[in-house]
């Protein structure tokens, strides 16, 4: 057995920074002593490393990379393990809506802006909160916020993704009703048991509206108890406990029930 088992950690460059942070966060958590090192590795990581057995862990939900492992699943824990906010929202008053820069939804900015108001108004929601997650999102994210203005007069503010994953989970989890076209916000909404509803490339106007009025606030009692078996193989790989082939046959892909896009 080599001297030591690294994973080296693969994000996709297309995942907001708040999706990102709360994936690092998480293994991190999950997975002590890791995930100090991203690819492409440099010269000077590739040399610290030398000698030791490396599996590249990335945010996909199933591998398609031979050799990786899909660790976007670990989501589903990071309110457990690696958050500093209560799992049960405080003030849920709100509706919050994320869109990134380059949405696949189907859907106008108008029509957006529109569901969103009218379930807004139906909940009579105190507040619409606009999350930029990205700065690549600023652009998008001003035009629902506009959008959103002109058509109601319930008070909306914008809250950008900084620095801290927890102050941007807490305004999250404070909102009554999330959505989102980020997978990660949605995971992370309904880990703490906010109802969350996912924007998807096939979404209608009307389905759109289908889905706010039955939003799920759950991820399921098997996609958790799978997080957490991959969780513990991939801990266990690394401390030595299960071979490489094992570690590869003990993973499997972890989905929400009715995820209508592919992670």
Same mark, same amino acid.
């Given at each position: ?23 690092? #966060? ?35 939900? #199933? ?46 900015? %108008? ?10 108004? #139906? ?101 958790? #108890? ?30 929400? %029930? ?6």
């Amino acid at each position: 057995m080599p001297a030591r088992r690294r994973f080296i950690a693969d994000i996709a460059p297309g995942r907001s920074a708040f999706a990102r942070s709360v994936l690092l #966060e998480a293994w991190r958590a999950l997975l002590p002593d890791t995930f100090d090192t991203v690819t492409p590795l440099k010269l000077r990581d590739r040399v610290r490393l030398a000698g030791s057995e490396r599996i590249t862990l990335t945010d996909d939900i #199933e591998s398609t990379t031979p050799g990786s492992i899909a660790g976007g699943a670990l989501d589903l824990l990071w309110i457990d393990h690696a958050a500093d906010v209560a799992a049960v929202p405080s003030t849920p008053a709100g509706v919050g809506v994320t869109v990134g820069a380059e949405p696949d939804t189907g859907l106008s900015t %108008e029509d957006l802006a529109a569901a969103v108001v009218a379930v807004a108004g #139906e909940r009579d929601a105190a507040s619409i909160v606009v999350f930029r997650l990205d700065e690549r999102d600023h652009a998008r994210s001003n035009e629902v916020l506009r959008a959103v203005r002109r058509m109601s007069s319930i008070p909306v503010t914008l809250v950008a993704h900084d620095i801290s994953t927890d102050v941007t989970a807490r305004r999250i989890t404070d909102c009554a009703l999330v959505v989102t076209d980020d997978r990660t916000v949605e995971r992370v909404a309904r880990s703490s048991g906010v109802p969350a509803v996912r924007l998807g490339a096939r979404d209608s106007l009307t389905e759109l509206y289908v889905a706010l009025h039955d939003p799920r606030s759950d991820v399921g009692a098997a996609a958790l #108890e799978a997080a957490r078996s991959t969780a513990f193989a991939l801990d266990a790989w690394q401390r030595g406990r299960m071979t490489t082939d094992g570690l590869h046959a003990s993973v499997r892909p972890v989905r929400l %029930e009715d995820e209508r896009v592919a992670a």
